[in-house]
């Protein structure tokens, strides 16, 4: 069976001045997520090296919102994410992401040790790795496009996204009136919005990664 592991970490959080005020945020995220997506996870996200942590989750998890909301959710302080995809070798227990190992975290850790090496110029805090060279190359192709728009984005851009997540929505299709009353945008300024932060082209290269995971992961199993 093939897993997203998720291996994340605060960046130069031992230089914060509110490092345990930080920790405690990202512990309240953490119990957050395994309470909403009880349902995908495999194992519960955990903290296990001091300001990192990681979680299992079976591969019909919206892992990109997830991320996005780990994100949102510590703001200003930034985390780098490293996402592995493949197969858990030895047991699993649900309540805690330790212990647990074989491809799926070895791949992990490899992104997130990439990502140390190779971030964009600082603007790229996502990597993916997978057994499959190129469905590796493609999606973080695709998180790096993605990345490139986000970076770019101004306080009130941001904040669109942020309304989009509370709302439960992840995809470029989606109710506008519902957002801009949200907001308290006419439509004509949310469409501006939209356009000028390519908001929903940003969406469209996140579903698109995760779609070619998923396909290459049961293209995968079916080869067994």
Request: charged share 25%.
């Amino acid at each position: 069976m093939m897993y997203f592991a998720l291996i994340g970490d605060l960046i130069n959080s031992k230089s914060l001045p509110n490092r345990s005020e930080v920790q405690d945020i990202l512990k309240s995220c953490l119990a957050r997520l395994n309470q909403d997506y009880e349902t995908v996870l495999a194992s519960k996200f955990s903290v296990t090296l001091g300001d990192e942590f990681q979680g299992l989750l079976k591969m019909e998890a919206p892992i990109f919102l997830i991320i996005d909301q780990i994100e949102t959710a510590l703001l200003p302080y930034n985390i780098r994410f490293g996402l592995g995809v493949g197969e858990i070798k030895t047991s699993i227990n649900p309540e805690q992401s330790l212990g647990a190992d074989g491809p799926a975290y070895w791949y992990a850790r490899e992104a997130i040790n990439h990502i140390h090496q190779k971030n964009d110029y600082g603007n790229t805090q996502i990597a993916v790795r997978c057994k499959e060279p190129l469905t590796t190359e493609v999606v973080n192709s695709l998180i790096s496009a993605g990345e490139a728009i986000k970076v770019n984005w101004r306080a009130s851009q941001r904040i669109t996204l942020d309304e989009l997540l509370e709302l439960g929505i992840y995809d470029e299709r989606f109710d506008q009136q519902l957002l801009s009353d949200k907001l308290k945008l006419s439509s004509s300024a949310l469409s501006k919005r939209l356009k000028s932060s390519s908001l929903k082209v940003y969406l469209r290269t996140r579903k698109t990664a995760l779609t070619v995971l998923r396909e290459s992961s049961r293209m995968k199993e079916e080869e067994k």
